[in-house]
């Protein structure tokens, strides 16, 4: 039972979300640091912090040069 609590600490400690290539990952002013734009349920946001942002169903890859040809 022990190793199996330690095993999962472990694979919870080597994955980490990786929602700095999503669009919705913004830096707030009021907050200082970048947050997660979208309105995640709780269910949703544990799958996040989980399995990372190939899990979340608001995933969207920020591509900087499309938004750059949309403004031009
Ligand atoms: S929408 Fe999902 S993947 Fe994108 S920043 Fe929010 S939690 Fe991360």
Redesign the pocket.
């Known amino acids: 039972m022990e190793k199996k609590e330690k095993k999962k600490q472990e694979k919870k400690q080597k994955i980490k ?1 990786d ?1 700095e290539t ?4 913004d830096f707030d002013d009021e907050y200082g640091d970048y947050i ?3 309105m ?1 349920d709780e269910d949703e ?1 544990v799958r ?1 912090m989980e399995y990372g ?1 190939a899990d ?1 169903p ?3 890859f920020y591509d900087e040069y499309m938004m750059v040809r949309k403004q031009n």
């Open positions: 979300p929602c999503c669009q919705y990952y997660c734009s979208q995640l946001m996040v942002a979340c608001y995933y969207r």
